[in-house]
């Protein structure tokens, strides 16, 4: 049986479930990427992605009529 866990709540001390996470391969590719990825190159993709958003419109959002 899988176990359901709310992870933004309880495991924000560390993954309470270990080999078990439902989020193994995210958690596993988060760390191969700072690993691998310079603090300056991580700082430069964050500017150029908040310069996309500057340029950018907004988007609207719209709920679908009943």
Not at 24 to 50: G, Q
Request: aromatic share 4%; hydrophobic share 35%; net charge negative.
């Amino acid at each position: 049986m899988e176990q359901k866990i709310n992870c933004a709540e309880s495991c924000v001390k560390g993954c309470i479930l270990g080999d078990k996470c439902p989020n193994i391969e995210s958690r596993e590719a988060a760390s191969k990427f700072i690993e691998e990825t310079s603090l300056d190159k991580m700082l430069e993709m964050a500017e150029e992605r908040l310069k996309k958003e500057m340029i950018e419109p907004p988007k609207w959002v719209f709920p679908e009529d009943p």
